[in-house]
């Protein structure tokens, strides 16, 4: 199959980058690994109030118009479609299936994920949890201890406060990324304890539920007992797919410029997967305009 442009990617930068390459007349495919479109819209259980012209919306609904728009306009949306491969040389996308889509520009929407403990038992054990806001109810008049020291940790610990008979928030060091619309209501509220400068070094359970985390810290080795575990230690990039191809930052982050290209001739990166500092649907969709509308002017001017 050959296309204009192969988008990787179906969340915000994605559905944009579709919604801008049918409107001038490009020929796209977006390619989206989940079983639907949007990204971490459909992790956000809080209303989005925050995207101009939009005073207040669903962040799934907002999921849901970013798709409509694409399809109604054109586009090729392709769920459970993961990009396995990319050869920069003949702007070539290989899925996970075999299948190859060929284009004139490739343009990379991968976003980011949560960063893991990566200790055993972390995907296997009942007990650790995905989310606070959509499970809170699991951990009524249980032991809860929370990994992190940013926004997610703070409010997840208020929210699951609010079931569990007890919440422990463990971080690593003494100074925390938190608002302090988040950290003063954490410091007050007598169900929470706060343990610093610890880091968690392995899980314990019996019959597949989690018992207990070991944790590390000033006062040596400790074993924390607990019914549930919620890990919040920020998000990395998914920037596997160029890995060796093209330039990218300690952290993963592709480097991109003003164009929002690559290293690499003719692969652009937009939204998360190359913005460490502003990761908002806004950029996303503001890097989808810049760079269709780039690769536009190129393939016309070539
Ligand atoms: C709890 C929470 C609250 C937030 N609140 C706000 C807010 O109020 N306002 C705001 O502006 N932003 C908010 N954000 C951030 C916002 O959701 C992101 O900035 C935005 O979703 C980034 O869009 P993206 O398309 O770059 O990446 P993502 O949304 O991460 O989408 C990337 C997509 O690429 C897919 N993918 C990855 N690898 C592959 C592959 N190999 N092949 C095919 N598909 C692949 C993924 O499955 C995913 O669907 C929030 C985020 C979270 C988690």
């Keep these: 199959m050959e296309k204009d442009v192969v988008i990787i990617g179906g969340g915000p930068a994605g559905m944009a980058a579709s919604i801008w390459c049918s409107d001038l007349g490009l020929s796209n495919i977006v390619l989206e690994k989940d079983g639907s479109t949007g990204g971490q819209l459909r992790k956000i259980f809080q209303p989005v109030r925050n995207y101009p012209g939009i005073r207040e919306i669903d962040p799934r609904k907002l999921a849901d118009e970013f798709a409509e728009q694409a399809k109604a306009l054109g ?3 392709r769920i459970d479609s993961s990009a396995a491969s990319i050869d920069p040389e003949a702007l070539r996308v290989e899925l996970a299936s075999g299948e190859g889509i060929k284009a004139k520009a490739a343009v990379l929407a991968t976003g980011v994920r949560r960063r893991r403990l990566d200790l055993p038992g972390e995907t296997e054990l009942y007990g650790v949890l995905e989310s606070g806001a959509k499970q809170a109810a699991e951990t009524a008049n249980s032991r809860v201890v929370i990994v992190g020291g940013g926004d997610a940790a703070f409010e997840n610990a208020l929210i ?26 954490v410091r007050r509220n007598p169900k929470i304890k706060i343990i610093e400068n610890a880091v968690i070094t392995g899980l314990f359970g019996s019959e597949g539920k989690l018992q207990a985390v070991g944790l590390e810290g000033k006062n040596g080795v400790q074993r924390i007992e607990t019914d549930f575990l919620l890990v919040r230690i920020g998000v990395m990039p998914n920037s596997e797919l160029v890995d060796g191809i ?34 908002t649907i806004a950029t996303a969709v503001g890097h989808a305009a810049t760079a269709i509308k780039v690769i536009k002017s190129r393939l016309a001017s070539s």
Excluded at 167 to 185: C, G, K, N, Q
């Design 75 to 77: 586009g090729d949306l």
């Design 160 to 185: 699951l406060a609010k079931f569990a008979s007890e919440v422990t928030l463990v971080h690593h060091s003494s100074h925390f990324r938190a608002r302090a619309e988040f950290l003063e209501p």
């Design 246 to 279: 093209v330039t990218r930052d300690a952290k993963g982050y592709v480097i991109i410029d003003a164009n929002c290209e690559t290293s690499v001739a003719k692969i652009f990166a937009i939204g998360d997967v190359a913005s460490p500092l502003s990761p």
